[in-house]
């Protein structure tokens, strides 16, 4: 018996560089270059990166946004790499996106009803009330007044605006959710609102999540297991004890390092731990990445834990 939701297998999305008179393709950008990972049922993954690490196109390649170079995606134990499979596998229903920016993701003519309503319409038969019923619901499950309805995405703040994008979400009970930054355009008060409502919604409906960031700090309350991105690889995946309480790899440990800290008493210590990683990194960079800087495969530390190294981390 496994909780596995999903599977990835060797997943590979690389965008074509066109130039030159005849605009002939000339190069790719490997923008996800042979990832593996599983989702786990009611469990939240976490992908974490900076900027052009690959996390969005990831998760655009998982709900069907984005085509797949390469890859296997394996979906309660049935290839759904195809799009005409995922049809008859109700994917498209099982799995939803949250994006980062609510303001372009929500259509701005819309009404709250019909951005809500529309993926009810695309997958369920209901009268007006009965869809004007549950959306109301949904509402009510984001903690947003039901007076919401009628009002457009520019009438609410930044942090409604993304209750509404997880209310969309929800609306067909989903499986499993792509949060894509969710909260972070918001301020730091409004993101934990947010993420505690994700939560919830979690606990209620049994969904999986896989929540893409770059920040360290939001994803260690939100996330059973994660991924560490660095140009399209994983650098390292590990439970959330492995990541943030072992730390092998080098950029793992800076990305670590990165976080910023409140406590003003040990600030000093801080900075110091963060000029030695810095140091470590500066002077064994070549150890941690092949001679294109590409990351090594993957080296299995424990059943939860892998880390890239180079020649399998043999001396
Ligand atoms: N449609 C596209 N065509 C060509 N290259 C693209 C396209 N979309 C993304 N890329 C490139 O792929 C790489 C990965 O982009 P991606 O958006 O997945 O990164 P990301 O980790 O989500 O970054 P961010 O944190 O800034 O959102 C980047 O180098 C980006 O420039
Ligand atoms: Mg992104």
Do not use: W
Not at 28 to 40: L, N, P, R, S, T
Not at 279 to 296: A, I, L, S
């Amino acid at each position: 018996m496994t909780d596995e939701l999903l599977r990835i297998e060797d997943l590979k999305v690389h965008y074509p560089i066109r130039s030159g008179f005849f605009n002939r393709v000339t190069d790719f950008v490997y923008a996800v270059d042979g990832v593996d990972f599983i989702i786990e049922k009611g469990k939240t993954y976490g992908l974490v990166g900076e900027s052009g690490s690959g996390k969005s196109t990831t998760g655009k390649a998982i709900v069907g946004l984005e085509k797949t170079t390469g890859g296997k995606i394996v979906y309660n134990g049935q290839d759904v790499t195809k799009k005409s499979i995922r049809h008859k596998m109700n994917y498209n229903k099982d799995v939803q996106m949250i994006f980062q920016d609510s303001m372009s993701s929500l259509n701005p003519k819309k009404r709250i009803i019909d951005i809500i309503g529309e993926p009810i319409h695309n997958f369920e038969r209901l009268s007006d009330q009965e869809e004007k019923t549950k959306v109301k619901r949904l509402l009510d499950i984001v903690g947003m007044p039901s007076d919401a309805l009628y009002k457009y995405p520019h009438e609410f703040s930044g942090g409604q605006r993304q209750r509404i994008g997880v209310a969309r979400a929800v609306a067909t009970n989903p499986k499993l959710i792509v949060a894509d930054e969710p909260v972070s355009a918001l301020d730091l008060s409004v993101q934990a609102q947010v993420l505690n409502f994700m939560k919830q919604i979690q606990q209620e409906f049994g969904l999986s999540y896989l929540f893409i960031s770059h920040d360290l700090g939001v994803v260690k309350h939100m996330c059973d297991n994660i991924a560490i991105m660095y140009k399209g690889r994983f650098v390292e995946i590990g439970s959330r004890d492995d990541i943030y309480n072992h730390p092998q790899h080098i950029y793992t440990k800076r990305l670590l390092s990165a976080i910023p800290r409140i406590d003003v008493e040990h600030r000093d210590e801080h900075m110091e731990k963060r000029r030695e990683v810095e140091k470590e990194y500066q002077e064994h960079q070549k150890d941690y990445y092949d001679e294109n800087g590409r990351v090594f495969d993957l080296t299995k530390l424990s059943p939860t834990h892998q880390v890239a190294l180079k020649n399998g981390g043999v001396k």
